[in-house]
């Protein structure tokens, strides 16, 4: 197994299917490993677990979101899997240090 290039192709594969219902069980299969291992050497390599991964990139492509002129802030949490309001402010808040209002 060539760790970096396997975490790269993950990595890669989260990016493309974000908007995606992905979780460590699907990255785990995409790559053809265990889910434990696998997310024991994502975090070796990255410091992150897949879904500290795949939550701070959406919430970051959210906050790019935001800036656009027409964007809607439920429209967005909407898009980005948030189920409540509630849910999409607390995580926004906590990664970008702001509210998105």
Not at 6 to 22: A, C, F, G, P, R
Not at 65 to 93: H, M, Q, R, W
């Amino acid at each position: 197994m060539n760790w970096i290039n396997d975490v790269q192709q993950t990595i890669n594969y989260m990016k493309e299917n974000l908007l995606e219902n992905i979780d460590i069980q699907s990255v785990s299969e995409y790559i053809h490993s265990s889910k434990d291992h696998f997310q024991k050497v994502f975090h070796i390599i990255t410091g992150l677990t897949v879904s500290e991964y795949i939550r701070n990139r959406r919430l970051s492509l959210v906050g790019q979101e935001l800036l656009l002129p027409k964007a809607k802030v439920i429209d967005v949490a909407l898009k980005y899997g948030y189920k409540t309001p509630e849910g999409f402010v607390n995580a926004f808040s906590r990664f970008h240090c702001f509210t998105p209002f």
